[in-house]
């Protein structure tokens, strides 16, 4: 790939600069600058933006800083800095709309069945507020409606994954032969093929449960971005704006 291109460069330094302050500062971190559900007591207008640069383990940064540089770097030197930056935050923040729109169906769900089944809203509110849950609530909804619901309150989303995701989409259908290897399934898979499986799968784990890649991993923030990305893609094509560099 060369030498690291600007924005990648200061982006791969703010993500591990923030990973080590998390370490030094603990929990305070992630509860300042990790993407809170609006009505939990934690959330802040800006986690939309700094959820972008915090991650869960040294896999997960590990993970997204190689893709952010293996695919982000050709999308820079192609497009200049500013519209690979306008890129990669628009994306970031399409993904967190999303990610935030599913949590208020579930949230919303798990609400409704409990009020309909004869408790106070706002004695639900003070419960979940407190970082607490009846036990009795699950005799009153489908188990998955108030799993769903008590995750979309307390789980905090963190990390680079749906901007990347928005910059898979973007590598894919500027380089769509590009040929990809997974570690686990060593043989070459064209960019056109392995990009829009990976996001079906994520897709199919946000709906059905079922953790393809691990539990605890926010799919739809992954199948945000991935949407996000293929709009501003669609967009500038149809508009001939990929041959404008903005810097």
Do not use: C
């Amino acid at each position: 790939m060369g030498r690291l291109t600007d924005a990648i460069k200061h982006l791969l330094i703010i993500n591990v600069l923030l990973f080590i302050a998390t370490y030094l500062f603990g929990d305070q971190m992630y509860e300042w600058l990790s993407l809170w559900f609006p009505k939990n007591g934690n959330f802040g207008f800006w986690q939309m933006v700094s959820h972008m640069f915090m991650h869960g383990g040294l896999t997960h940064i590990a993970f997204n800083m190689y893709a952010l540089w293996a695919f982000g770097t050709p999308l820079e030197r192609m497009w200049g800095r500013n519209k690979f930056l306008f890129f990669y935050f628009s994306a970031g923040l399409g993904a967190a709309l999303i990610h935030t729109g599913v949590n208020y169906y579930h949230f919303s769900e798990g609400i409704e069945a409990l009020v309909n089944s004869g408790i106070a809203k706002n004695e639900i509110m003070e419960i979940i507020s407190g970082g607490q849950y009846s036990p009795a609530w699950y005799d009153l909804a489908p188990k998955s409606t108030i799993d769903n619901f008590l995750s979309a309150y307390n789980t905090p989303a963190v990390g680079a994954s749906g901007a990347i995701y928005g910059i898979l989409v973007a590598f894919g259908m500027s380089y769509p032969n590009s040929e990809l290897f997974l570690i686990f399934l060593p043989i070459p898979i064209k960019a056109k093929i392995f990009i829009p499986v990976l996001i079906a799968l994520d897709l199919f784990s946000g709906v059905t449960g079922y953790g393809i890649f691990g539990q605890g991993i926010a799919h739809f923030a992954h199948v945000g971005g991935a949407v996000a990305g293929f709009i501003m893609m669609w967009y500038w094509k149809k508009n001939q704006f990929n041959d404008k560099r903005w810097n």
